[in-house]
Nanobody
Framework: QLQASGGGLVQAGGSLRLSCAASGLTFSNYGMGWFRQAPGKERDFVGSISWNGFSRYYATSVKGRFTISRDNAKNTVYLQMNSLKPEDTAIYYC???????????????WGQGTQVTVSS
C-alpha cells in the first residue's frame, strides 16, 4: 500500500514537499516514481528514483525545480517541488516498480493521489 500526502494550495513560486509512505512491500526492492494528472489530461511522468537512490529521472517540465528522494529506513519517497507554476496543478500519484522507469505501465503499485493546486 502506498499513501501519498503533502499536497495543498500554494501560490506560484512557492514550494511543497510530497511524501509517499509504503507498507506491505519490501520498499528497498522497488524503484519509485511520481506521476501527475491534471483535469482532462492524461497521467504524466514526473520523476523516478532507483531502489538505492543512485539513479533519478525527471520530466523535462520539472527538471531543475523538483527533486525526488527516498529514505529506505522510513519506507518513504519524497518529491520536493520548488518554483511551482500554475501548470503544475494536478493530482500527484506515487507508484512502485521493480525497475526505475518513466512509463506508468512499468509500475505495479499506486497510491491514492494527493491534490496540488498552484494559484497565479
Amino acid at each position: 500500500q502506498l499513501q501519498a500526502s503533502g499536497g495543498g494550495l500554494v501560490q506560484a513560486g512557492g514550494s511543497l514537499r510530497l511524501s509517499c509512505a509504503a507498507s506491505g512491500l519490501t520498499f528497498s526492492n522497488y524503484g519509485m516514481g511520481w506521476f501527475r494528472q491534471a483535469p482532462g489530461k492524461e497521467r504524466d511522468f514526473v520523476g523516478s528514483i532507483s531502489w538505492n537512490g543512485f539513479s533519478r529521472y525527471y520530466a523535462t517540465s520539472v527538471k531543475g525545480r523538483f527533486t525526488i528522494s527516498r529514505d529506505n529506513a522510513k519506507n518513504t519517497v519524497y518529491l520536493q517541488m520548488n518554483s511551482l507554476k500554475p501548470e503544475d496543478t494536478a493530482i500527484y500519484y506515487c507508484a512502485a516498480s521493480r525497475s526505475v522507469a518513466t512509463d506508468d505501465s512499468a509500475y505495479d503499485y499506486w497510491g491514492q493521489g494527493t491534490q496540488v493546486t498552484v494559484s497565479s
